[in-house]
């Protein structure tokens, strides 16, 4: 079975105090992993996407890498709109033409001014 | 401007009651899903559809149903065999060629 784990569940970092967060999966072979930000009450807002061990994609403040195993989301020198909570989704190769994302259950982050 | 809408945005069911939340795309995405958000879990997959009036279940589809009539419109009922409801539900939509899925703003559903 397929299953994807973030860590931490929760955390709160300073302005300017750099950490990542974490995306551990499990599939029988991945065909792509995501990164989302959603903030509250509001439709996931689309981050990344990694498709093979060692890629990486920035964005701002925000940069996402993948290995074998799992996924990190790096955030450098956060500002306080950087608050929301990010999910992780995997994409299995097994999926085929279904596309069925398997996402955690997302870590909120918050920022102190 | 292209995207995707969800109505309303906060719905309200009485016992007994089918409702239905509306989802559109002007992305001209051939793919759209449902999906349902609640604390402390992932989101899960109800239904998808690829092509117009063609839909498949997703993880959780018992208690609800979903049509394909037309490619920008995907509208989900949440019958009364739900017996769960409240959540907050999320629509998605993604080009066949691509992965990424895009979504919605979401509907808020609540049990009166």
């Known amino acids: 079975e397929d299953q994807v784990t973030q860590s931490p569940e929760a955390l709160r970092l300073q302005e300017g105090e750099s950490s990542s967060l974490n995306c551990s999966y499990t599939?029988?072979?991945?065909?792509?992993l995501f990164w989302y930000r959603q903030d509250p009450g509001k439709g996931p807002e689309f981050l990344f996407t990694?498709?093979?061990a060692g890629e990486e994609k920035e964005k701002e403040r925000l940069k996402a890498t993948l290995t074998k195993k799992e996924s990190f989301l790096h955030i450098t020198a956060p500002k306080p709109e950087d608050s929301a909570t990010y999910l992780c989704a995997v994409l299995p190769i097994s999926s085929g033409s279904a596309r069925q994302l398997t996402f955690g259950s997302g870590t909120q982050l918050t920022v102190l001014p | 401007d292209g995207g995707i809408t969800q109505s309303p945005k906060y719905l309200f069911r009485k016992e007994g009651q089918n409702v239905t939340l509306s989802c559109e795309q002007n992305?001209?995405?051939?793919?759209m899903y449902w999906y349902r958000q609640d604390p402390g879990q992932g989101l899960r997959l109800i239904y998808y559809s690829q092509i117009v009036n063609d839909f498949q279940k997703g993880d959780i589809a018992e208690g609800y149903s979903v049509s394909r009539e037309k490619k920008e419109s995907f509208p989900l009922t949440v019958t009364s065999a739900q017996k769960n409801p409240t959540a907050f539900y999320l629509c998605?939509?993604?080009?066949?060629?691509?992965?990424?899925?895009?979504f919605g703003p979401g509907t808020r559903l609540l049990v009166l």
């Open positions: 599939v029988s072979g991945l065909r792509g």
């Open positions: 990694l498709y093979s």
């Open positions: 998605a939509s993604s080009t066949l060629r691509e992965e990424t899925q895009y």
């Open positions: 992305l001209n995405h051939d793919a």
